[in-house]
């Protein structure tokens, strides 16, 4: 499953706040590895990119919520900021062909 979360900062992509991601991306997603895994995270300006695996719809909903707010804690803390990170709720695709998983990954996790 290909996720996609578009923030309110144009700044994801930096060094410092990808890092922070990354902390917050493998903290949260460690919470129930038997039911939803993050297997690919990429940050780019506004947007942050997600291949996951959930055993089900309330396992991928779950696991979302989770990184959701782990991540936009974690950077509104490093930026010393309040309020939403995010403009919206993330949008999923299934990637149900090895051609769909390469394709996403060329597109977004280089």
Not at 83 to 88: E, F, H, I, N, R
Request: hydrophobic letters at 45%; aromatic letters at 4%; a positive charge.
């Amino acid at each position: 499953m290909l996720v996609t979360l578009r923030s309110h900062l144009t700044t994801l992509d930096t060094p410092r706040v990808c890092s922070a991601i990354e902390r917050a991306v493998r903290g949260s997603a460690a919470r129930d590895p038997k039911h939803f895994q993050v297997l690919h995270s990429a940050a780019e300006r506004e947007h942050l990119y997600l291949v996951v695996k959930a055993s089900d719809a309330r396992a991928l909903s779950l696991g979302m919520r989770s990184v959701t707010i782990r991540v936009a804690r974690t950077v509104n803390d490093l930026l010393g900021r309040s309020g939403s990170l995010w403009a919206d709720r993330w949008r999923d695709r299934a990637l149900t062909t090895p051609g769909d998983v390469r394709r996403a990954l060329a597109a977004h996790f280089r």
